[in-house]
Each structure stands twice: as structure tokens, then as C-alpha cells.
């Protein structure tokens, strides 16, 4: 990729994030609603990402101008650099349009709009899509370092183990200790950060209640949401929360079929996580991580399905800011 499409497309990215935040500020004004803060994430306070947040207050901070926080410019900075990662783990399966496309189509994902708050979502996929980029070019330890950050990012990447695990044995060949080696060192992410805490004294209130302020609630089977979605009167948000699993649940084998099977386990380790919660307010989070669709989507031959999916997204993704403010 040249340094001029890497630029346009971190620039593109930016002035998007810009542009949804004028306008979630915008309805928040208008509906007299709270804008999001970091506390919306589920996981704000676990990981590297406030630490990250940390730094940029202190080198940069004096210099964010109005309403945006260190937390949202990183939150910025990160979706930028995942939307070019994006494209180059495309381009490894299809010509660079289609790529571009790919990022396009995560970009204006409904639920995309968490990547313009202050949570872990965006430097999440950022490194989760790099990790994935690696194993597959057989760069053991770039790729388990990236590893390690989304590990660290997000209680819930380390279920993105099994996913690299297996792109890896397929494309590690002769290579496939140091592949074991790299998804080790992915792991330590997440082990390194709770050796952390444990050396801090724990977490506030403990770790089973930590346990489940990170996400890690299993309250129901992993089909209720979708029940219910046909059995109760959902409320709108929760509705299309629920729709968004059913569309990505079908899309696993197919992405099975057309790519990897690392990349459908991906797929089902984090929908399975918001399936079994019980809530519905993870589910589309989760599925704005699932870069996997977004590239199967970018793959049709047909250019008409790609400009009407990306069409049609935009307009629930426009919808999803005035819902989810």
C-alpha cells in the first residue's frame, strides 16, 4: 500500500469520526441527552486503553480543542489506523477497490458509532486486524506483540485466541513453533494485565464483580436474543441489536467457506460472549468488530450489492446516532 493511500484513508476516517461527532452532539442538543462519556464502555476502565488516554492528557491535552477528551482523540486516532489495516488484510484476498471497500462498509456499520466514543472498540480492532495481517504473512512476532495489545485492550480479546490459533497452523507451515510462540506471547496480553491488577490489590470490588462490568455475564443460552427478537415487543435499539446477530450468525459459514476458518471462530468467540449476557447493548458492538463480513461483503463481484449494502448501512448507521445517544 502507498503512503498516499494510507493517508487518504486515515484522513477519510478522521474527517468521518469528525463529522459523526458534530452530529451526535448535534441530537444529543436537541433530544436533551447526555453525550457518551467513558464510562459507556463496558471495559473503560480495564486495560491499556486508559493508560493510553493517559499519556495523550499529558502530551496533548492542553491542545484538544472544545468537547473532545484525550480518550475520544485516541478513540479517533485508532479507528483511523484500523480503517488501514483494514484494507491491507483485504487486499490479501482481492484487488485493492474491493478493499477499500471493505473499510468502507465497516465504517458505516450501524453500530460503527462506537468507535466515535471513548471506549477500547476502535485501538481494539486496530491491533485485532494487524494481529490477523500478521499470522497470516507469517509474521510471528509482530504479529503476536499485536496480539498482546488487543488482548490487553479488551477483556473479551482473548477470545480472538482460537481465531489466530488457526490462521496460523494453516499458514505457519514449517514455521508453527514460533506461530505457538506468537499466540503465546498473544495471550500474555491479557495474563500481563491481570498479573497486573493482581499486584495493585485487585480490582475495585473484586474480581467476580469485575468479572462481569468487563462482560463476562452468562445469564442465558446463546439463542435468547434471537427468541426473543420474534416472541416479545423488543424496543427499537434492541431490535436491530438482535437483527445484526441473526445477519452476522449466517454469515459465519460463509465466511468459513470463502476465506478461513480463523475467521469465522473469531466471528462466533465474540457473539457468543453478548448471546449469553442476557443484554441486548453488546450484540451490535460486537458485531462492528467482526471485520471478517465486512471483507466477505467487499468481495462480491457485483458492485451494485456493495453500493447498496453500504447505502443501506449508513441509513441505520445514521438512525443508531439518534437512538443511541
Not at 489495516?85 to 453500530?111: G, T
Not at 443501506?312 to 443511541?324: D, E
Request: glycine letters at 10%; proline letters at 5%.
Amino acid at each position: 500500500m502507498s503512503p498516499s493511500a494510507v493517508l487518504r484513508i486515515a484522513l477519510a476516517a478522521t474527517v468521518f469520526r469528525a463529522i459523526s461527532f458534530l452530529v451526535a452532539v448535534f441530537v444529543a442538543n436537541v433530544f436533551q441527552k447526555a453525550a457518551a462519556t467513558p464510562a459507556d464502555s463496558a471495559a473503560a476502565g480495564f486495560g491499556i486503553y486508559p493508560l493510553l488516554a493517559r499519556e495523550v492528557s499529558r502530551l496533548a491535552g492542553r491542545s484538544i480543542p472544545g468537547a473532545a477528551t484525550p480518550e475520544l482523540l485516541l478513540s479517533w486516532l485508532a479507528f483511523a489506523g484500523a480503517m488501514v489495516m483494514m484494507q491491507r488484510l483485504a487486499q490479501l484476498d482481492m484487488e485493492d477497490e474491493r478493499a477499500e471497500s471493505a473499510a468502507l462498509l465497516a465504517a458505516v456499520f450501524p453500530f460503527a458509532s462506537v468507535f466515535g466514543h471513548a471506549s477500547a472498540d476502535a485501538l481494539f480492532l486496530l491491533f485485532a486486524l494487524a494481529a490477523f495481517y500478521c499470522f497470516r504473512q507469517g509474521q510471528w512476532i509482530a504479529g503476536g506483540v499485536c496480539g498482546a495489545v488487543a488482548t490487553a485492550t479488551l477483556p473479551a480479546g482473548i477470545l480472538m485466541l482460537p481465531g489466530l490459533a488457526w490462521t496460523g497452523w494453516r499458514s505457519g507451515g514449517p514455521s508453527r513453533t514460533r506461530m505457538v510462540i506468537a499466540l503465546l506471547v498473544a495471550a500474555g496480553g491479557f495474563a500481563g494485565y491481570l498479573t497486573y491488577l493482581y499486584y495493585l490489590g485487585g480490582p475495585p470490588g473484586g474480581w467476580s464483580a469485575s468479572a462481569g462490568e468487563w462482560g463476562f455475564r452468562f445469564n442465558v443460552v446463546p439463542w435468547t436474543p434471537i427468541r426473543q427478537l420474534f416472541t416479545s415487543h423488543l424496543a427499537s435499539l434492541d431490535a436491530l441489536n438482535a437483527v445484526m446477530a441473526c445477519i452476522f450468525l449466517v454469515a459465519v459459514p460463509i465466511v468459513w467457506w470463502r476465506f478461513d476458518g480463523g475467521y469465522a471462530l473469531y466471528m462466533l468467540a465474540l457473539l457468543w460472549l453478548p448471546l449469553t449476557s442476557g443484554r441486548f447493548d453488546g450484540i451490535g458492538r460486537a458485531c462492528a468488530l467482526m471485520f471478517p463480513t465486512f471483507i466477505l461483503i467487499a468481495g462480491v463481484r457485483w458492485r451494485g450489492v456493495r453500493v447498496a449494502t453500504a447505502i443501506a448501512s449508513s441509513m441505520f448507521y445514521a438512525l443508531n446516532l439518534v437512538l443511541w445517544q
